[in-house]
């Protein structure tokens, strides 16, 4: 066993959980077995995080209870904001900022002294991380607009009301549900990379603030959760070539450039979740502009029947269709990735709530495929 190598960890078993599954055969997903369709037609987003911390679907008086102890905590403290502006005025991406500030959060955290092995404790702090995520990116944005933060509304859903902090001005009811639905369809995947990292900082009891900024970290790249920014400049990319998207697109393949938004470690068919996205993408198309929502329908026909991806088991992922749509919404290009930071912390924050419970310090192996037996020159006769 110590001799096989597993690059990527690829097919690899190394934790059982009850949170999500997926099946990368028939493109289908589960939170604790329900349907992600059903989910995000019928849920919002903070009855999925009830249900991925504490293991069933809320009834009305505990879901009243439950949002009601969000909201409470989406004040962030003066001296984050602080650091928030000036991240902003430094000219730091949101990404970076958001790892910065929720890093930073901790200092604030009434629980702070908790033991690890609280869960209780942890899924308050997880809770009041969950709650105050939106408000630092929705800071963030404003102050590098020049304007002040607006305070959150209290009458307001986390989705609906992280749009209105961002924008000053009260999403309408097609924007706040396709949001929030975006929100129920990023909380969980399995393990993810950026869950497993947030896993191994978990397993070394670390406590949730660590975790979720290694989330974090671990999401901001292009092969992870930096696809979906990526995925959108691709497409103002082709709006501003010369080229029309086919041939831009076959020009990009022939430069063996990989298009973002496509392909994905566990699915083999069109990704469940892109499904929902395109369909959120045609009806704000139908409302505004279509060109984005076009080039990604042509885009993914093209890569997938010409250039013969869908029979390589390479096709649309969440990120493919996720872009189109915040861009619909007005939200800026970089908060993207933020936003999957933003829903995915409770994916994050309930793997690791579920891993410390049976815990088992997480530390594999390595081949070590260095020189032996070196002689060891001190450094004045090197
Ligand atoms: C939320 C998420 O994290 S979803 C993923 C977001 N990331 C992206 O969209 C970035 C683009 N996609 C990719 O880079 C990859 O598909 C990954 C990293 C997501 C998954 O990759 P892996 O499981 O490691 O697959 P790997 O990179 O080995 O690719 C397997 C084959 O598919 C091809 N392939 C994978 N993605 C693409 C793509 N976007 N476009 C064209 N071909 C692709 C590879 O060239 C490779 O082909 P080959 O076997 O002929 O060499
Ligand atoms: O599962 C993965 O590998 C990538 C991911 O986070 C997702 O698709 O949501």
């Known amino acids: 066993m110590a001799d096989d190598l597993n690059k990527g960890l690829e097919g690899v078993l190394v934790a059982e959980s009850e949170l999500s599954s997926i099946d990368g055969d ?18 919002s987003y903070e009855e999925v995080v009830y249900l991925l911390w504490h293991g069933h679907l809320p009834d009305e008086d505990e879901l009243a209870t439950f949002t009601e102890s969000l909201n409470e905590e989406r004040t962030v403290d003066e001296d984050v904001l602080e650091t928030v502006k000036q991240l902003a005025d430094a000219g730091e991406q949101p990404m970076a900022a958001l790892r910065t500030a929720t890093s930073m959060l901790s200092a604030y955290e009434p629980e702070g002294d908790a033991d690890p092995d609280d869960f209780d404790a942890t899924l308050r702090k997880g809770r009041r991380i969950t ?12 102050y590098r607009l020049g304007e002040e933060p607006v305070d959150p509304h209290p009458d307001l859903g986390l989705a609906a009301n992280f749009l209105y902090m961002l924008t000053g001005e009260e999403p309408d009811d097609l924007a706040a549900e ?14 993810n990379a950026s869950t497993f990292t947030s896993m191994v900082i978990g397993s070394t009891m670390a406590d949730i603030y660590s975790a979720v900024t290694g989330g974090i970290s671990a999401l901001s790249g292009p092969l992870h959760g930096g696809a979906n920014q ?8 082709i709006d501003e070539s010369d080229l029309d998207h086919r041939e831009w697109v076959e020009q990009a393949n022939e430069e063996g450039r990989r298009i973002p938004g496509f392909g994905h470690r566990v699915y083999n068919v069109k990704d469940p979740r892109a499904k929902i996205l395109e369909e959120r993408s045609e009806e704000l198309a139908a409302d505004g502009e279509d060109k984005w929502y076009n080039y990604t329908t042509t885009i993914e026909q093209y ?11 390479i096709a649309p992922n969440v990120d ?3 872009g189109s749509v915040y861009y619909q919404l007005g939200i800026p290009i970089d908060m993207y990735t933020p936003i999957f930071a933003m829903s995915r912390a409770s994916g994050w924050i309930a793997h690791v709530v579920e891993y410390q419970d049976d815990n088992r310090l997480i530390r594999p192996l390595s081949r070590y495929t260095g020189p032996e037996d070196q002689e060891f020159v001190s450094l004045e006769e090197r």
């Open 131 to 142: 709650a105050k995520i939106p408000t630092v990116l929705a800071a963030f944005e404003r």
């Open 230 to 237: 990526d995925v959108m400049e691709v497409l103002m990319e």
């Open 178 to 191: 396709t949001f929030d639905q975006a929100l129920i369809l990023h909380a969980d995947h399995g393990l």
């Open 320 to 322: 493919f269709y996720s």
């Open 26 to 43: 028939a493109g289908r997903l589960i939170y604790r077995g329900y349907p992600i369709e059903d989910l995000a037609r019928g849920a």
């Open 303 to 313: 890569l997938s029947e010409e250039q013969g991806l869908a029979e390589k088991g």
